[in-house]
């Protein structure tokens, strides 16, 4: 069962305008979001991320926006650049404690293939 | 990707073989983990540690084995390779599992291909 789904395998979109990719969950533990890139032949990169206390977190041209009560995040590139076509990870964390401490797994979703066209 | 080391970054193997991936990180992270990548699945948690000595199973352990020795080395077995261990593994570190806090680094993956 895909806990974490990217329900588009690509998006293809022209330089400068925005870039919409979306995730779903179904686990309501889920409490922290993330998002990585990943190129070809590299490992994931870490993007940017969100607590599910937030709606929205920014980091210059990106911007995740969290519905918690729909299961779903977005990420949002603008505007977007050639240099960001890669392959687009949506990940969610369920923390649990252990020992006194807290931590966390990772789910992925399948991966969304972004192309940006000059 | 900032100090996490994969080997070998391809490998082919026959069915029934055995191999060890390799992956080594330095910079003092108690957490390291192992994903496959396949088409379609996203990336899947094989094993995980939270320090050496202490490992646990993720998403799909079977068929794999880990071990912990060290902070700085989180090897993964392949028993008796199967076709359907075809994959691009990647193995990820941090500097604990509180992802909230600390971010994932992975290594640049191992191609494996069982024929």
């Known amino acids: 069962d895909q806990q974490v789904k990217q329900n588009s395998p690509s998006l293809s979109v022209q330089e400068g305008r925005i870039s919409i990719l979306n995730c779903d969950y179904t686990n309501s533990m889920f409490d922290y979001f993330l998002w990585y890139k990943k190129y070809p032949a590299e490992g994931p990169t870490f993007l940017i991320s969100?607590?599910?206390?937030?709606d929205k977190n920014e980091d210059g041209r990106f911007t995740v926006f969290l519905n918690k009560s729909a299961k779903h995040l977005s990420l949002h590139i603008v505007p977007s650049q050639p240099g960001d076509s890669a392959v687009y990870f949506c990940a969610a964390s369920a923390s649990f404690n252990a020992g006194g401490t807290s931590y966390g797994k990772l789910t992925f979703g399948q991966g969304t293939i972004l192309t940006v066209h000059p | 990707n900032a100090g996490v080391t994969q080997t070998p970054k391809f490998q082919v193997l026959k069915t029934g073989q055995s191999m060890t991936l390799q992956c080594a990180q330095d910079m003092n992270h108690e957490y390291m983990s192992w994903y496959r990548q396949d088409p379609g699945m996203g990336l899947r948690l094989i094993h995980y540690s939270v320090g050496a000595g202490i490992t646990d199973q993720g998403e799909v352990p079977n068929g794999y084995n880990v071990s912990r020795s060290t902070t700085e080395d989180f090897p993964l077995r392949l028993l008796s390779a199967a076709p359907s261990q075809t994959s691009v593994y990647f193995c990820a570190s941090s500097y604990s599992a509180a992802f909230r806090r600390n971010t994932i680094y992975f290594g640049e993956g191992s191609w494996l291909t069982v024929v």
């Open positions: 969100i607590s599910s206390i937030k």
